[in-house]
C-alpha cells in the first residue's frame, strides 16, 4: 500500500493500475481493458477480494456487492468506477 501523500499525488489511472499491480504482483505492462477475471491464476476468487480491499483504500469508497461481482475485467472496473464518481482515463 502506497502512503496517503503519494496516493493524493497520482492519477485515477494510476491508482487503478497500482491497485491491480499490487493486488496480483503483475507489471503494468500486462494490463489491458481485456485483463480480466481468472485470465492469471493470482485473479481467482481471493486475489479479487485483494484487489476489491486496494481499489476501496485507494479512492476511498465502498463497492456495492453487486460491483464487486460484476467486475469482471479491468475495463469493466473502470465503467464500474464512473458509478462512484470516479474517472479513470
Known amino acids: 500500500m502506497l502512503s496517503t501523500k503519494m496516493e493524493n499525488k497520482m492519477s485515477n489511472l494510476e491508482k487503478y493500475n497500482q491497485a491491480f499491480i499490487t493486488a496480483f504482483n503483475i507489471t503494468e505492462s500486462q494490463l489491458s481493458d481485456d485483463f480480466g477475471y481468472q485470465s492469471i ?3 481467482d476468487s481471493v486475489g479479487h477480494m485483494g484487489l476489491v480491499a486496494e ?3 485507494s479512492f476511498d469508497i465502498m463497492l456495492e456487492m453487486e460491483d464487486i461481482v ?3 475485467s ?3 472496473g473502470k465503467n464500474i ?3 462512484y464518481d470516479i474517472e479513470v482515463k
Open 41 to 43: 491464476s493470482e485473479w
Open 55 to 57: 481499489l476501496e483504500d
Open 70 to 72: 460484476d467486475f469482471s
Open 74 to 76: 479491468y475495463g469493466e
Open 81 to 83: 468506477l464512473k458509478k
